[in-house]
């Protein structure tokens, strides 16, 4: 019972999943700093940010439904938190489980969801655009992401995230067989993040911050705390099923590879969104369904012929 406190409370849980958000978030500013010749903030801004957040006013906005607005942002930190807790951990998976991708892939998604009700239920026009924006911007993502995440379920023979990640030990990172697919996978995990340049549902200079335009206090937190964690789980995702790792040596090895893996991939995000710009609602979905979606189902084809 008490293990699986332990799992559940401190590692690979809770309390593991909110530091590496928090890091995560602090190492993507400061590379963010350091692409545009700046300072950036110190280690513990990330922890600082949220601890202000949780001591504002918890203000609402007339004509707003409270009570979503206090549910929404609890249900989406849930469903990552839980999302993370099936993804392996440099080799350790202690509730994996036979069609467990499928799972993850599921509550990944209710974010964006809860995101879009955030700004539905809203009176305030940014909040009301910003949330159809999230929606129209799932659509177009969604896709290319599930065909990326397909080929490597295809390529191992199996729906587990860690069986994917054995299968890698004995044929290698599936990324050598799937590099498109890994570049389909960054392009969709932008997208879920809403990150430059596909921050579309929350484009400063637009729409303010979007759904989340009218939200303070504690419920704002309990939001920009989702963001990281689904940020990490996302990278943690595509980690497993692109890059994979030994297995069976020393667990400190094991640890080292996977936090340069996670540094990489932060580091691809973090030149991503300096490097390019945003792009319109119109311009992504024509990218998602002409470009994206095609490239992913030849990615797929290709993927059962070798299986073959």
Sequence with gaps: MFEGLFYLFVFPGLAFQVFCGLAFEWVDRKLLARFQRRVGPQWYQPLADLIKLFSKEDLLPTGASGWVATILPLISLA?????????PVAGFTPFSFEGDLIVIVFLMGIPTLAYYL?????????????????????FSYEVPLLLAFSGPAILSGSWSVAEILKSQAELGPFILFQPVGFCLAIAGLIGKLK?????????KSEVVA?????FSGGKLAFWHLT????????IFLLINLFFGMPLGISPWINTLIFSGEVLLVIFILSAS???????????????????????????????ILMGV
């Design 118 to 138: 955030a700004g539905m239920t809203s009176v305030g026009i940014y909040s009301i655009l910003g949330g159809a924006r999230s929606l129209l911007q799932y």
């Design 79 to 87: 469903a990552v938190l839980t999302a993370g807790l099936y993804i």
């Design 227 to 234: 963001m990281d964690i689904q940020a990490i789980v996302g």
């Design 273 to 303: 969104s300096s490097i390019f710009a945003r792009l319109r609602i119109d311009q992504l979905a024509s990218l998602g369904w002409r470009i994206l979606v095609p490239v992913g189902i030849i990615q797929l084809l290709f993927v």
């Design 195 to 203: 990150r430059d340049p596909l921050d579309i549902p929350k484009a």
């Design 210 to 214: 979007g759904s989340l335009t009218e």
